[in-house]
C-alpha cells in the first residue's frame, strides 16, 4: 500500500506563491503517474495538474501558465508550484497516485495540504 504524505501549504496573499510536495512511500515511484487535485469547501475535487512517468504534464484550464508540476523520482517527490495565486485557488490540496494502467485518479490519496489564499 503506498503512502503518500503532502506538505507546503499554508496563507498567502492573493499574486503569492507556494511550493507544495508529496513524498511518496514504497518502491516503483518511477512507474506511475501523479497528479494533483483540490478540493474546496462545498464542492467537489477536481483536477489540477499531473505529470506522467516520462515527465509529460498536463494541467486544468484554470492554473496553466500560473502553476508547474515536476517530480523527483530519487527522492519519491512529485511537486506543485503555484504562482499568481488567487482568492480561488483556496483548497485542500491531494496528490493520487495513478494505477498500474495508467488511471487517475488512482486509490490512494495523501491527507492534503491546506492553501488559503487571502489579503
Known amino acids: 500500500q503506498v503512502q503518500l504524505v503532502e506538505s507546503g501549504g499554508g496563507l498567502v496573499q492573493p499574486g503569492g506563491s507556494l511550493s507544495l510536495s508529496c513524498a511518496a512511500s514504497?518502491?516503483?515511484?518511477?512507474?506511475?503517474?501523479m497528479a494533483w487535485y483540490r478540493q474546496a469547501p462545498g464542492k467537489q475535487r477536481e483536477f489540477v495538474a499531473l505529470?506522467?512517468?516520462?515527465?509529460?504534464?498536463n494541467y486544468a484550464d484554470s492554473v496553466r501558465g500560473r502553476f508547474h508540476i515536476s517530480r523527483d523520482n530519487t527522492k519519491n517527490t512529485v511537486y506543485l508550484q503555484m504562482n499568481s495565486l488567487k482568492p480561488e485557488d483556496t483548497a485542500v490540496y491531494l496528490c493520487?497516485?495513478?494505477?498500474?494502467?495508467?488511471?487517475?485518479?488512482?486509490?490512494?490519496w495523501g491527507q492534503g495540504t491546506q492553501v488559503t489564499v487571502s489579503s
Open positions: 514504497g518502491s516503483g515511484f518511477q512507474f506511475y503517474d
Open positions: 493520487t497516485q495513478g494505477t498500474s494502467t495508467g488511471r487517475l485518479p488512482g486509490p490512494y
Open positions: 505529470i506522467t512517468t516520462g515527465g509529460n504534464t
